[in-house]
């Protein structure tokens, strides 16, 4: 189903830079529109973020792309994703072949999201908790991906990257983020690569922003 659309979406964010074939793979194959409340099912395949629910956003295809790219994972790495959200991120990551560990903090969007995983055989690791303090029994990760936006960089998911691992992660306000891309160099070193203009939903948590 939507075969052609999702082929189109594949299309244009190519068009937008996007390289990584594994990456491109994984997106061709899942179908987003799984993802997403029947009420918005016919703009899924626009590259954009829509509704889920609860106030919270299925993130815009290129986005996830873009997030997914950054980590340069490479088929077995462990990632610990914070957000699971719709689940949509998580799906591309376990299609690309990695160990997926999920962190999702609202418990109505958690609960909803794990029977996708069961009913679509989605092998990830999930926990209702706040991500911002990360997993820590199953850290070192390769790769750590925040789908919200936070006001610094959790030093919890700092601790956790394996050495030359990469955290993503927005930084900003609760409006607009500037990406930050780290690298772990050594225990206590991380180079950091910036990317500015992107718009996420608050990262709510010990490390986020404090819920109203
Ligand atoms: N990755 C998701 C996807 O593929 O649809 C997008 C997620 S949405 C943009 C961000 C999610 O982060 C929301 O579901 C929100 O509840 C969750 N969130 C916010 N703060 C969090 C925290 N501290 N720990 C875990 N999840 C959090």
Not at 136 to 153: H, K, L, R
Request: charged content about 25%.
């Amino acid at each position: 189903m939507y075969e052609k659309e999702r082929n189109e979406l594949i299309d244009s964010i190519i068009e937008k830079g996007i390289e990584d074939e594994l990456v491109l793979n994984a997106m061709r194959k899942v179908e987003r529109h799984l993802f997403v409340p029947d009420s918005v099912k016919h703009h899924s395949y626009r590259d954009s973020a829509l509704p889920i629910g609860f106030g919270q956003t299925i993130s815009q295809p290129f986005t996830v792309a873009y997030m997914t790219q950054a980590m340069e994972l490479k088929p077995g790495s462990k990632v610990l994703e914070v957000g699971t959200g719709s689940g949509y991120q998580a799906a591309i990551l376990y299609e690309m072949g990695m160990k997926v560990y999920s962190i999702e903090r609202n418990v109505d969007i958690y609960n909803r999201t794990l029977k996708l995983f069961d009913k679509y055989s989605i092998r990830a690791a999930t926990r209702c908790s706040d991500g911002t303090i990360g997993w820590n029994e199953f850290s070192p990760f390769d790769g750590i991906v925040v789908t919200a936006g936070g006001p610094s960089v959790p030093e919890n998911l700092k601790k956790q990257l394996a050495i030359n691992g990469k955290l993503v992660i927005p930084v900003g306000d609760k409006k607009s983020q500037t990406l930050h891309i780290l690298t772990k160099i050594d225990e206590d070193k991380f180079e950091t690569k910036k990317v500015p203009y992107f718009a996420f939903v608050p990262l709510i948590g010990k490390e986020g922003w404090k819920e109203k």
